[in-house]
């Protein structure tokens, strides 16, 4: 079928392939970890305008995916499941669900087409009802909307790495480099950079096909090539089995991460890995998956990384070689948007998560410089809080604090647009985050992984004070500060306070019985799990300052309100 006079541009074709269905169109990016059910494609993120839509087999258009890395996987899980969407349409650049596609091609059999469109087209298409896709055309309702496919030749390949693609260093790294070439051709990246680490993230457990990934990659023989640490995995390693973990999940779990220790990864297991004694410094080439450690990585550390999706991290691992593309080029590094924050006086650190998640909302598809806050002299817990929420909300792969982060000051690009956080929308959005049931039964302190100091704080508030035995406090933190924890007296404080330290687990996957069954309200001081949490747990979870944390403990009751600096 020919083009109409008055079709739309053409598109590329990301990932060719054949497929049809009914149109899921979103007007704002999703998150497949801890928005999508891995076991039905159903829309689980309760803040989504598109909960409860059905994905499996539906041609699904975004302008871009946002938040965890880990999408990928649940895709990948949907993919060999056969509740896959039949296609994915973005109009924007996006890496975690097609690096999940690529994967499920390459490694599974199972193609899902990928397409960006233009502007006019992606409008079209969402308009639709049904659309058909083939490879070298999309279309609706008697309109054919063309694509092709990115130059093979625009990406320029070094000796070294024609020869892992060519199978020279053995079969492991042709297969991490036939992925890698295919997402930097994607990304339209002109070749290949170094890295000095890698962080891998892909050991979360989404389901079955994550592991017959790992352990493939690990029979063909994968080992790392620098030095790479390992994200919270899914249980906790040493102890699931007498925590209740059903031996079919916890099995695989561990199974999983097992496998990755013995490529060579450190057992570090946070998602915190900024928290490590040897983090990287600024300007340093890393290849981090995990989102909110990508985010803090490239603001606050000025580290220079994109952001990974979950099985291209372990490819990155293996060849020391990363797309050179995204963040790692100035020029995605610059401020594309100003956000002027009206930041009330007296500000605790419960605004920084706060502030995060809005921003994000604000830019969710580029990088922000967040003015009127360097007065508030955030710590580096804000920062951690600031940019984990953010990743929930945006895309982009770091922000910029005016008078605090690195780059902040020469990085705004001459185009860059203003919007403004008001206070009444940080009223509005404290009011959505904190909402739900006055009863309390469980305090999740650790999304990301709690840090010393937090640890710290929250003894020191318990301290002396009777905890009611009907909530359940949970810290989850890496093991190098639980050790640093026990080593100060900490961890001994928290457990005269009733309070459970647990390691390798992050609330993002933590599950039941060792999330306690019997919860049916959270409060937390994170804005991320604030987020995730209601999809992930099914549970109401509430954003609450640590003050409302510790008043949940004692009292097992906290009315929805305001802190103080917003009334």
């Given at each position: 079928?020919?083009?109409?006079?008055?079709?739309?541009g053409p598109g590329l074709s990301l990932l060719s392939g054949t497929a049809g269905g009914p149109v899921v169109a979103m007007d704002e990016g999703l998150s497949f970890w801890g928005g999508v059910d891995a076991?039905?494609?159903?829309?689980?993120?309760?803040?989504?305008?598109?909960?409860?839509?059905?994905?499996?087999?539906?041609?699904?258009?975004?302008?871009?995916?946002?938040?965890?890395?880990?999408?990928?996987?649940?895709?990948?899980?949907?993919?060999?499941?056969?509740?896959?969407?039949?296609?994915?349409?973005?109009?924007?650049?996006?890496?975690?669900?097609?690096?999940?596609?690529?994967?499920?091609?390459?490694?599974?059999?199972?193609?899902?087409?990928?397409?960006?469109?233009?502007?006019?087209?992606?409008?079209?298409?969402?308009?639709?009802?049904?659309?058909?896709?083939?490879?070298?055309?999309?279309?609706?309702?008697?309109?054919?909307?063309?694509?092709?496919?990115?130059?093979?030749?625009?990406?320029?390949?070094?000796?070294?790495?024609?020869?892992?693609?060519?199978?020279?260093?053995?079969?492991?790294?042709?297969?991490?480099?036939?992925?890698?070439?295919?997402?930097?051709?994607?990304?339209?990246?002109?070749?290949?950079?170094?890295?000095?680490?890698?962080?891998?993230?892909?050991?979360?457990?989404?389901?079955?096909?994550?592991?017959?990934?790992?352990?493939?990659?690990?029979?063909?023989?994968?080992?790392?090539?620098?030095?790479?640490?390992?994200?919270?995995?899914?249980?906790?390693?040493?102890?699931?089995?007498?925590?209740?973990?059903?031996?079919?999940?916890?099995?695989?779990?561990?199974?999983?991460?097992?496998?990755?220790?013995?490529?060579?990864?450190?057992?570090?297991?946070?998602?915190?890995?900024?928290?490590?004694?040897?983090?990287?410094?600024?300007?340093?080439?890393?290849?981090?998956?995990?989102?909110?450690?990508?985010?803090?990585?490239?603001?606050?550390?000025?580290?220079?990384?994109?952001?990974?999706?979950?099985?291209?991290?372990?490819?990155?691992?293996?060849?020391?070689?990363?797309?050179?593309?995204?963040?790692?080029?100035?020029?995605?590094?610059?401020?594309?948007?100003?956000?002027?924050?009206?930041?009330?006086?007296?500000?605790?650190?419960?605004?920084?998560?706060?502030?995060?998640?809005?921003?994000?909302?604000?830019?969710?598809?580029?990088?922000?410089?967040?003015?009127?806050?360097?007065?508030?002299?955030?710590?580096?817990?804000?920062?951690?809080?600031?940019?984990?929420?953010?990743?929930?909300?945006?895309?982009?792969?770091?922000?910029?604090?005016?008078?605090?982060?690195?780059?902040?000051?020469?990085?705004?690009?001459?185009?860059?647009?203003?919007?403004?956080?008001?206070?009444?929308?940080?009223?509005?959005?404290?009011?959505?985050?904190?909402?739900?049931?006055?009863?309390?039964?469980?305090?999740?302190?650790?999304?990301?992984?709690?840090?010393?100091?937090?640890?710290?704080?929250?003894?020191?508030?318990?301290?002396?004070?009777?905890?009611?035995?009907?909530?359940a406090v949970i810290v989850t933190a890496g093991r190098q500060v639980i050790a640093a924890a026990e080593a100060d007296g900490t961890m001994a404080r928290l457990r005269v306070g009733g309070v459970d330290v647990?390691?390798?687990?992050?609330?993002?996957?933590?599950?039941?019985?060792?999330?306690?069954?019997?919860?049916?309200?959270?409060?937390?001081?994170?804005?991320?799990?604030?987020?995730?949490?209601?999809?992930?747990?099914?549970?109401?979870?509430?954003?609450?300052?640590?003050?409302?944390?510790?008043?949940?403990?004692?009292?097992?009751?906290?009315?929805?309100?305001?802190?103080?600096?917003?009334?």
């Amino acid at each position: 079928m020919p083009a109409s006079a008055d079709s739309p541009g053409p598109g590329l074709s990301l990932l060719s392939g054949t497929a049809g269905g009914p149109v899921v169109a979103m007007d704002e990016g999703l998150s497949f970890w801890g928005g999508v059910d891995a076991a039905t494609g159903r829309v689980i993120d309760m803040h989504h305008p598109r909960h409860g839509a059905a994905l499996a087999g539906a041609v699904v258009l975004m302008p871009t995916s946002r938040g965890s890395c880990s999408g990928s996987g649940v895709l990948l899980e949907l993919a060999t499941a056969g509740r896959a969407p039949a296609a994915l349409v973005f109009s924007e650049p996006e890496d975690t669900l097609t690096l999940g596609a690529i994967v499920a091609a390459e490694m599974f059999g199972r193609a899902i087409p990928v397409l960006r469109l233009p502007a006019e087209a992606f409008a079209a298409v969402a308009a639709a009802r049904m659309a058909s896709i083939t490879p070298d055309a999309l279309e609706i309702d008697g309109l054919r909307i063309p694509v092709a496919p990115s130059p093979a030749d625009a990406l320029a390949l070094e000796a070294r790495d024609r020869a892992m693609l060519d199978g020279a260093d053995g079969p492991a790294l042709q297969q991490a480099m036939r992925i890698l070439t295919a997402m930097a051709r994607q990304q339209g990246a002109a070749a290949l950079t170094d890295v000095t680490r890698a962080h891998i993230d892909g050991c979360i457990y989404a389901g079955p096909a994550n592991l017959v990934f790992a352990e493939t990659m690990e029979k063909l023989g994968a080992r790392v090539r620098v030095p790479t640490t390992m994200n919270a995995i899914s249980v906790d390693r040493q102890n699931w089995h007498v925590q209740g973990v059903p031996p079919e999940f916890g099995g695989p779990a561990a199974r999983l991460a097992d496998s990755y220790v013995r490529m060579g990864c450190r057992p570090s297991f946070t998602c915190a890995p900024y928290l490590l004694d040897d983090a990287p410094g600024a300007g340093e080439p890393i290849g981090w998956s995990e989102s909110n450690a990508v985010i803090f990585a490239n603001s606050v550390l000025g580290a220079r990384t994109a952001k990974h999706p979950d099985f291209l991290d372990l490819c990155i691992a293996l060849t020391g070689r990363a797309p050179l593309a995204g963040a790692f080029l100035d020029e995605h590094r610059r401020a594309k948007r100003i956000v002027e924050v009206e930041l009330p006086e007296g500000a605790g650190p419960e605004a920084w998560p706060l502030i995060g998640y809005l921003a994000g909302h604000a830019a969710p598809d580029r990088v922000p410089l967040l003015r009127g806050l360097a007065g508030a002299g955030p710590s580096r817990d804000d920062l951690k809080a600031l940019c984990a929420a953010f990743g929930t909300t945006s895309a982009a792969p770091m922000l910029h604090v005016e008078g605090i982060t690195p780059e902040a000051g020469r990085a705004v690009d001459p185009g860059a647009d203003r919007v403004v956080i008001t206070r009444a929308q940080l009223a509005e959005g404290w009011a959505k985050l904190n909402e739900g049931p006055e009863a309390v039964e469980l305090v999740a302190i650790g999304s990301p992984h709690a840090s010393l100091s937090e640890c710290r704080a929250l003894a020191e508030g318990l301290a002396g004070r009777r905890r009611t035995p009907e909530v359940a406090v949970i810290v989850t933190a890496g093991r190098q500060v639980i050790a640093a924890a026990e080593a100060d007296g900490t961890m001994a404080r928290l457990r005269v306070g009733g309070v459970d330290v647990i390691p390798d687990l992050c609330w993002c996957s933590i599950s039941r019985p060792v999330f306690p069954v019997e919860a049916k309200t959270v409060i937390t001081t994170s804005g991320k799990y604030a987020h995730y949490g209601p999809g992930l747990s099914g549970c109401a979870v509430r954003l609450g300052t640590l003050g409302d944390c510790i008043e949940a403990a004692l009292t097992g009751r906290v009315p929805s309100r305001r802190p103080g600096w917003l009334s």
